[in-house]
C-alpha cells in the first residue's frame, strides 16, 4: 500500500492517472517492440504495414491514413481484443454482433441471409438458363446451419426462412430443372449424424455425403457405398464461424476426410485460374492440413476452375459442375460416377457458360449452392 | 486525428504527455502550439497554414484594437475587420456551396458554379473562439495576448480543436501563462477523459448502429421500430458530443486547463428553455453574449425580442451546418422557445413533472428528425410521417424487435446514464475508503472494452481472399 507514506507526492487517489499514463505507454512501447504480423491466419488476409513517406501522400493525408491503417492492423494483442469484444457484446445481451451466434453446446451459427436478397432473381436466371439448354440441368441447395440446428439457436435470433425458400425455388424453378429438394429428410438425418462442423458454416464430410447419396437417387445414379472410404480425423480445425465471430473460447474441432479405401483418393485434378493452370494427381490436399485454413484440404478451396478426372469412376461421362464452396467435399464423391468433373465457381469464372459447354461437351450439369449464397449471391450471371 | 482512434491513445497522447512534462514550464506553450498544429495537421496538413493564418490576424487584430484603445471609432474598425474576417473564412470553407446552391435554385438563370470545398475540421468552433477574442479585447472584458505562441495556443489547443466546447478568450486568459498542473487535476482529466471515451465508444457508436439498422427500410419495420430508431439517434447525439466534449475537457486538465462544462443532463430538461440551458452550453452563451445581447436582447419590447431571438436561432441553426433543415430545425427551436416564453412555461409551470418531461423530450426527439436528414427533405418527411403515424405500418417486424431486444440493456443503461443518477451514486461512493481502487478498476476496464472495440472496426475476416 502507498497511502500516507508520501502523502504530498503519491496518493493512492491517483492512481487511475498513473494507470492511465503506464497503459498508453506500455501499449505504445509494445506497438514498437512486439514483431508485426504480415498475414493474419485468422482473418486471411494481409495486414497493413507502415506506409512510406512522400510530400504528396502527406498533403493528400494519405500517409496519415497509412499509419492509422497500421496501428489498426497491428495492434499488440489484437486477437485479444477483438475476443473481448465479442464476450462484451455477448454480455451485455448482443449475440451475433458480429454476424454469428453463439448457440446453445457452444454451437457457432451463422446469422441468416438478409430478408431483401436476390433469391427472386438468381433462381429466375437458372431457370431461363435451363430453358435454352438441351443437357438436363440439376440443382441442389444445401439448407443453412440455423435452420437444420434451429434448437441450438439463442432465445433471441432472426428466423431462417429455409423452408419459404426451398418452396420458393421447387415452386420457381420451371420443368427444365431437376431440384433436388432435400429440406426435410436433411433435417431428420441431422438428428442422428454432425451435418455441420461447429465452428464452421460448411457441412461435414457425413452431411455432404448424404447430399451425394440423395444426389445420385435424383438423377439415377449409383452411390458408391459408405463402406467404401476410410474416415480420417484431423484435430485442431476452426472454421470461419469462429474467426468471424471472434468467439475464441469456442473449442477447436475435427475435420473429418472420407478417403477411398483401394484409391486412396487418387484422380488427376487441374486447378485453373486464368491463363494459369496447376496439376496434383489427389482430391484431397493433406498439406493444408498443417494451415489454419484446413477446410482448404478438399480440392484447394476456392478456385475459378477445377477439373477432375478419376480413371476409377462408374462411367465415362462428364459433369459441369457450376457451385459455390459446399460443393468442395461433395465432388470427391461425384468423382466416382463422372469420370471428368468440370467445377466452376461463379464468382471467379467470369467467361461464357455456354461456350463452356460447348467445349467440354458435358452430358450433365449441377448447381451446388448453400442457401444463403443463391439467395445473396450477385455473381449468377449465366451466359 | 480524433480521440477516439488508435493514433491519438498510443501514439499522439503519451508522447505529448511525457515530452510535455518534462519541458520546463516557460516552454511548455511553445511545445503545446507545436503539438497542437501536429494535431491539426493529421487529417489535413494544408489547413495548418489556415489556423496559422487565423492566429496570426487575430493576433494583431488583438494589438491594433488595444493601441487604439482611446480612439473608439478606430478601435471598433479592427473589431468589425476582425469579425469579417473570421466570418469570410467560415462563409468561404462552410457556406460556399451551401449558397450558390441556394441561389442556384432561386435564380435557375444564373448558373452559379458551385464550388465543393473540403471542409476544414474544427473551423466553426476557431473561428468563433478567435471572433471572442477580438471582441472581449474590444469591450475590455479581456486582457489581450501579446504573446503570440501563448496565443498561438489558445487558438489551436487540440483537446477542444475538433468538436468544442467554444471556450472564449476571457475564461482561459489567466491560465495561459499561469496554470500549474498538479496531480489532482491530471487525475480527474484522465477519469473524465475515460468518461467521455466510454460515452463515445460504447454508447455513441451502438446507439449509432441500433439507429442505422432501425432506419434503413424504416417502413417495413414498424412505427415502434422508428421510434427506437429515433430514440437510438437522440442518444447518439448525446452521447457522442458530450462524450467528445468531456474528453476535451478531461484533456484539459491534464494539461493544467479548465473548460466550462458544455453537457448538463439536457434530456431530463422539464422545458425547452431549460434544455438550451444544458445541451452544447458554450455556444448558447457564445450566441447570447455576442449576437443576442448585442442585437438588444430583451430590453426593447416583445417584438424587438421576438425578432433577435429568431435571429439568434436561424444563426444557430445554420451554425450546425450548411444546409437547410439545419436551419429549419434552428428556426423550430426558435419558435418553440418564443411560444414558451409568452405562455408555455406559465403552463408547465402547473403541470405535473412528468408532463413537462414528454413535452420536452418529444420535442427535442422531433428535432433530432430534422436534425438529421440533411439535404433530404424526401427521407425526412417519410420518416417523421411515418413516426407521427404511429401503429401505420404495424408495430414492430420480426427482423427489427430482434435488433431492438439485443441493444435493449445497452439502451436502458444509456438512458440510465443521460440522467443524473450514476453521477450521484458515484458522489455517495467517494467517501468510501476504497474508492480510489474503484477509480482505478473502472479506467482500466473501460480503457481495456474500449479498446476492444476499437479493435473490431478493423477486424474483418475475409471469407475468399485469393482474389
Given at each position: 500500500m502507498?497511502?500516507?507514506r508520501?502523502?504530498?507526492?503519491?496518493?493512492?487517489?491517483?492512481l487511475p492517472?498513473f494507470?492511465?499514463i503506464l497503459?498508453?505507454?506500455?501499449?505504445?512501447i509494445?506497438y514498437?517492440?512486439?514483431?508485426?504480423?504480415?498475414?493474419s491466419p485468422?482473418?486471411?488476409r494481409?495486414?497493413?504495414g507502415?506506409p512510406?513517406?512522400s510530400?504528396?501522400?502527406l498533403?493528400?493525408?494519405?500517409?496519415?491514413?497509412?499509419?492509422?491503417?497500421f496501428?489498426?492492423?497491428?495492434?499488440?494483442?489484437?486477437?485479444?481484443?477483438?475476443?473481448?469484444?465479442?464476450?462484451?457484446?455477448?454480455?451485455?445481451?448482443?449475440?451475433?454482433?458480429?454476424?454469428?451466434y453463439?448457440?446453445?453446446?457452444?454451437?457457432?451459427?451463422?446469422?441468416?441471409?438478409?430478408?431483401?436478397?436476390n433469391?427472386?432473381?438468381?433462381i429466375g436466371?437458372i431457370?431461363?438458363?435451363?430453358?435454352?439448354e438441351?443437357?438436363?440441368?440439376?440443382?441442389?441447395?444445401?439448407?443453412?446451419?440455423?435452420?437444420i440446428?434451429?434448437?441450438?439457436l439463442?432465445?433471441n435470433?432472426?428466423?431462417?426462412?429455409?423452408?419459404?425458400?426451398?418452396e420458393?425455388?421447387?415452386?420457381?424453378?420451371?420443368?427444365?430443372?431437376?431440384?433436388?429438394?432435400?429440406?426435410?429428410?436433411?433435417?431428420l438425418?441431422?438428428?442422428?449424424?454432425?451435418?455441420?462442423?461447429n465452428t464452421?458454416?460448411?457441412?461435414t464430410?457425413?452431411?455432404?455425403?448424404?447430399?451425394y447419396?440423395?444426389?445420385?437417387e435424383?438423377?439415377g445414379?449409383?452411390?458408391?457405398e459408405?463402406?467404401?472410404?476410410?474416415?480420417?480425423?484431423?484435430?485442431?480445425?476452426?472454421?470461419t464461424s469462429?474467426?468471424?465471430?471472434a468467439?475464441y473460447?469456442?473449442?477447436?474441432?475435427?475435420?473429418?476426410?472420407w478417403?477411398?479405401k483401394n484409391?486412396?483418393?487418387?484422380?488427376?485434378?487441374?486447378?485453373i485460374?486464368?491463363s494459369?493452370s496447376?496439376?496434383?494427381?489427389?482430391l484431397?490436399?493433406?498439406?493444408?492440413l498443417n494451415?489454419?485454413d484446413?477446410?482448404?484440404?478438399?480440392?484447394?478451396?476456392?478456385?475459378s476452375?477445377?477439373?477432375?478426372?478419376?480413371?476409377?469412376?462408374?462411367?465415362?461421362?462428364?459433369?459441369?459442375?457450376?457451385?459455390?464452396?459446399?460443393?468442395?467435399?461433395?465432388?470427391p464423391?461425384?468423382?466416382y460416377?463422372y469420370s471428368d468433373?468440370v467445377m466452376?465457381d461463379?464468382?471467379?469464372?467470369?467467361?461464357?457458360v455456354?461456350?463452356?459447354?460447348k467445349?467440354?461437351?458435358?452430358?450433365d450439369?449441377?448447381?451446388?449452392?448453400?442457401?444463403?449464397?443463391?439467395?445473396?449471391?450477385?455473381?449468377?450471371?449465366?451466359? | 486525428?480524433?480521440?477516439?482512434?488508435?493514433?491519438?491513445?498510443?501514439?499522439?497522447?503519451?508522447?505529448?504527455?511525457?515530452?510535455?512534462?518534462?519541458?520546463?514550464?516557460k516552454?511548455?506553450?511553445?511545445?503545446?502550439?507545436?503539438?497542437?498544429?501536429f494535431?491539426?495537421?493529421?487529417?489535413?496538413?494544408?489547413?495548418?497554414?489556415?489556423?496559422?493564418?487565423?492566429t496570426v490576424?487575430?493576433?494583431t487584430?488583438?494589438i491594433?484594437i488595444?493601441?487604439?484603445?482611446?480612439?473608439?471609432r478606430?478601435?471598433?474598425?479592427?473589431?468589425?475587420?476582425s469579425v469579417?474576417?473570421?466570418?469570410?473564412?467560415?462563409?468561404?470553407?462552410?457556406?460556399m456551396?451551401?449558397?450558390?446552391?441556394?441561389?442556384?435554385?432561386?435564380?435557375?438563370?444564373l448558373?452559379?458554379?458551385?464550388l465543393?470545398?473540403?471542409?476544414?475540421?474544427g473551423?466553426?468552433?476557431?473561428?468563433?473562439?478567435?471572433?471572442?477574442?477580438?471582441?472581449?479585447?474590444?469591450?475590455?472584458?479581456?486582457p489581450?495576448?501579446?504573446?503570440?505562441?501563448?496565443?498561438g495556443?489558445?487558438?489551436?489547443?487540440?483537446p477542444?480543436?475538433?468538436?468544442?466546447?467554444?471556450?472564449?478568450?476571457?475564461?482561459?486568459?489567466?491560465?495561459?501563462?499561469?496554470?500549474?498542473?498538479?496531480?489532482d487535476?491530471?487525475?480527474?482529466?484522465?477519469?473524465?477523459?475515460?468518461?467521455?471515451?466510454?460515452?463515445?465508444?460504447?454508447?455513441?457508436?451502438?446507439?449509432?448502429l441500433?439507429?442505422?439498422?432501425?432506419?434503413?427500410?424504416?417502413d417495413?419495420?414498424?412505427?415502434?421500430?422508428?421510434?427506437?430508431?429515433?430514440?437510438?439517434?437522440s442518444?447518439?447525439?448525446?452521447?457522442?458530443?458530450?462524450?467528445?466534449?468531456d474528453?476535451?475537457?478531461?484533456?484539459?486538465?491534464?494539461?493544467?486547463f479548465?473548460?466550462l462544462?458544455?453537457?448538463?443532463?439536457?434530456?431530463?430538461?422539464?422545458?425547452?428553455?431549460?434544455?438550451?440551458?444544458?445541451?452544447?452550453?458554450s455556444l448558447?452563451?457564445?450566441?447570447r453574449?455576442?449576437?443576442?445581447?448585442?442585437?438588444?436582447?430583451?430590453?426593447?419590447?416583445?417584438?424587438?425580442?421576438?425578432?433577435?431571438?429568431?435571429?439568434?436561432?436561424f444563426?444557430?441553426?445554420?451554425?450546425?451546418g450548411?444546409?437547410?433543415?439545419?436551419?429549419l430545425?434552428?428556426?423550430?427551436?426558435?419558435?418553440?422557445?418564443?411560444?414558451?416564453?409568452?405562455?408555455?412555461?406559465?403552463?408547465?409551470?402547473?403541470?405535473?413533472?412528468?408532463?413537462?418531461?414528454?413535452?420536452?423530450?418529444?420535442?427535442?426527439?422531433?428535432?433530432?428528425?430534422?436534425?438529421?436528414?440533411?439535404?433530404?427533405c424526401?427521407?425526412?418527411?417519410?420518416?417523421?410521417?411515418f413516426?407521427?403515424?404511429?401503429?401505420?405500418?404495424g408495430?414492430?417486424?420480426?427482423?427489427?424487435?430482434?435488433?431492438?431486444i439485443?441493444?435493449?440493456?445497452l439502451?436502458?443503461v444509456?438512458?440510465?446514464?443521460?440522467?443524473?443518477?450514476?453521477f450521484?451514486?458515484?458522489k455517495?461512493?467517494?467517501?468510501?475508503?476504497?474508492?480510489?481502487?474503484?477509480?482505478?478498476?473502472?479506467?482500466?476496464?473501460?480503457?481495456?472494452i474500449?479498446?476492444?472495440?476499437?479493435?473490431?472496426?478493423?477486424?474483418n475476416?475475409?471469407?475468399y481472399?485469393r482474389f
Amino acid at each position: 500500500m502507498m497511502n500516507n507514506r508520501n502523502k504530498k507526492m503519491l496518493k493512492t487517489e491517483y492512481l487511475p492517472g498513473f494507470v492511465f499514463i503506464l497503459f498508453l505507454a506500455a501499449m505504445s512501447i509494445m506497438y514498437v517492440l512486439l514483431p508485426k504480423q504480415e498475414y493474419s491466419p485468422l482473418e486471411k488476409r494481409y495486414l497493413s504495414g507502415f506506409p512510406e513517406f512522400s510530400f504528396e501522400s502527406l498533403l493528400e493525408g494519405e500517409y496519415t491514413q497509412g499509419i492509422e491503417d497500421f496501428l489498426a492492423d497491428n495492434t499488440p494483442l489484437r486477437a485479444g481484443f477483438v475476443g473481448i469484444n465479442s464476450y462484451y457484446n455477448l454480455a451485455i445481451g448482443n449475440n451475433g454482433a458480429n454476424g454469428v451466434y453463439l448457440g446453445k453446446n457452444g454451437m457457432l451459427i451463422e446469422k441468416p441471409a438478409d430478408e431483401n436478397n436476390n433469391l427472386e432473381r438468381n433462381i429466375g436466371r437458372i431457370k431461363e438458363f435451363a430453358e435454352n439448354e438441351s443437357i438436363p440441368v440439376n440443382m441442389f441447395v444445401v439448407p443453412s446451419k440455423g435452420f437444420i440446428y434451429h434448437d441450438n439457436l439463442p432465445l433471441n435470433s432472426l428466423k431462417y426462412k429455409d423452408k419459404e425458400y426451398f418452396e420458393y425455388i421447387e415452386n420457381n424453378l420451371g420443368d427444365n430443372v431437376n431440384f433436388i429438394n432435400i429440406i426435410d429428410k436433411f433435417d431428420l438425418q441431422a438428428k442422428k449424424e454432425k451435418m455441420f462442423y461447429n465452428t464452421d458454416h460448411h457441412w461435414t464430410s457425413a452431411g455432404a455425403y448424404f447430399g451425394y447419396e440423395n444426389i445420385c437417387e435424383a438423377m439415377g445414379l449409383k452411390a458408391k457405398e459408405k463402406t467404401d472410404f476410410n474416415i480420417e480425423s484431423y484435430t485442431d480445425f476452426y472454421g470461419t464461424s469462429y474467426s468471424t465471430s471472434a468467439y475464441y473460447l469456442t473449442p477447436r474441432e475435427s475435420i473429418e476426410v472420407w478417403r477411398d479405401k483401394n484409391t486412396g483418393g487418387d484422380a488427376a485434378v487441374e486447378i485453373i485460374e486464368g491463363s494459369k493452370s496447376d496439376k496434383y494427381d489427389n482430391l484431397f490436399f493433406d498439406e493444408n492440413l498443417n494451415t489454419d485454413d484446413k477446410y482448404t484440404v478438399y480440392l484447394d478451396g476456392n478456385h475459378s476452375m477445377v477439373k477432375i478426372h478419376n480413371s476409377d469412376a462408374s462411367s465415362n461421362k462428364k459433369l459441369l459442375l457450376i457451385k459455390d464452396s459446399f460443393a468442395h467435399c461433395l465432388a470427391p464423391f461425384l468423382s466416382y460416377n463422372y469420370s471428368d468433373i468440370v467445377m466452376i465457381d461463379l464468382r471467379y469464372y467470369k467467361l461464357s457458360v455456354k461456350d463452356l459447354i460447348k467445349e467440354e461437351n458435358c452430358d450433365d450439369i449441377l448447381f451446388v449452392y448453400g442457401i444463403d449464397n443463391i439467395c445473396t449471391s450477385t455473381d449468377i450471371i449465366l451466359n | 486525428m480524433v480521440f477516439s482512434s488508435l493514433a491519438f491513445l498510443f501514439m499522439y497522447l503519451p508522447v505529448v504527455l511525457i515530452i510535455y512534462y518534462v519541458t520546463p514550464k516557460k516552454f511548455r506553450n511553445a511545445f503545446l502550439f507545436i503539438a497542437n498544429l501536429f494535431f491539426y495537421g493529421w487529417g489535413e496538413p494544408v489547413f495548418v497554414l489556415l489556423m496559422l493564418f487565423s492566429t496570426v490576424v487575430d493576433y494583431t487584430h488583438g494589438i491594433f484594437i488595444e493601441k487604439y484603445r482611446n480612439n473608439k471609432r478606430v478601435a471598433k474598425r479592427f473589431v468589425i475587420s476582425s469579425v469579417i474576417i473570421n466570418l469570410g473564412l467560415l462563409g468561404f470553407f462552410k457556406y460556399m456551396g451551401f449558397i450558390g446552391n441556394t441561389l442556384n435554385v432561386v435564380l435557375p438563370f444564373l448558373n452559379i458554379p458551385v464550388l465543393k470545398l473540403p471542409l476544414p475540421i474544427g473551423i466553426s468552433f476557431y473561428t468563433f473562439q478567435t471572433m471572442s477574442y477580438s471582441i472581449d479585447v474590444y469591450r475590455g472584458d479581456s486582457p489581450i495576448q501579446k504573446n503570440i505562441i501563448s496565443f498561438g495556443t489558445y487558438v489551436s489547443l487540440f483537446p477542444q480543436l475538433i468538436a468544442g466546447p467554444i471556450v472564449r478568450y476571457k475564461d482561459v486568459a489567466y491560465q495561459l501563462n499561469n496554470r500549474r498542473e498538479n496531480f489532482d487535476d491530471f487525475t480527474h482529466g484522465v477519469k473524465l477523459f475515460c468518461v467521455g471515451l466510454a460515452k463515445k465508444v460504447l454508447i455513441a457508436n451502438q446507439m449509432g448502429l441500433l439507429w442505422d439498422t432501425l432506419r434503413e427500410g424504416y417502413d417495413e419495420n414498424g412505427a415502434l421500430a422508428s421510434w427506437v430508431g429515433i430514440i437510438a439517434y437522440s442518444l447518439q447525439i448525446y452521447f457522442d458530443f458530450s462524450g467528445y466534449s468531456d474528453m476535451a475537457r478531461g484533456l484539459g486538465n491534464m494539461f493544467g486547463f479548465y473548460f466550462l462544462k458544455n453537457f448538463d443532463y439536457p434530456y431530463i430538461s422539464k422545458s425547452i428553455t431549460e434544455f438550451w440551458r444544458r445541451w452544447h452550453i458554450s455556444l448558447g452563451t457564445w450566441f447570447r453574449e455576442y449576437v443576442y445581447i448585442p442585437l438588444g436582447g430583451n430590453r426593447k419590447g416583445k417584438v424587438r425580442t421576438i425578432i433577435n431571438l429568431m435571429i439568434v436561432w436561424f444563426l444557430t441553426g445554420l451554425w450546425h451546418g450548411a444546409s437547410w433543415n439545419f436551419v429549419l430545425w434552428g428556426l423550430y427551436f426558435g419558435i418553440i422557445l418564443i411560444l414558451e416564453k409568452l405562455f408555455i412555461l406559465k403552463l408547465l409551470e402547473k403541470a405535473p413533472a412528468f408532463i413537462s418531461h414528454i413535452y420536452s423530450l418529444l420535442i427535442i426527439i422531433f428535432g433530432w428528425g430534422i436534425f438529421y436528414f440533411s439535404d433530404d427533405c424526401g427521407g425526412m418527411n417519410g420518416f417523421l410521417g411515418f413516426m407521427s403515424s404511429l401503429f401505420g405500418g404495424g408495430l414492430i417486424s420480426e427482423s427489427a424487435l430482434h435488433t431492438v431486444i439485443s441493444y435493449l440493456p445497452l439502451l436502458i443503461v444509456s438512458i440510465i446514464a443521460a440522467t443524473p443518477l450514476f453521477f450521484k451514486v458515484y458522489k455517495k461512493a467517494t467517501n468510501l475508503k476504497y474508492v480510489w481502487l474503484l477509480d482505478t478498476a473502472a479506467t482500466v476496464i473501460v480503457l481495456i472494452i474500449c479498446i476492444a472495440s476499437l479493435c473490431n472496426q478493423s477486424y474483418n475476416p475475409f471469407l475468399y481472399f485469393r482474389f
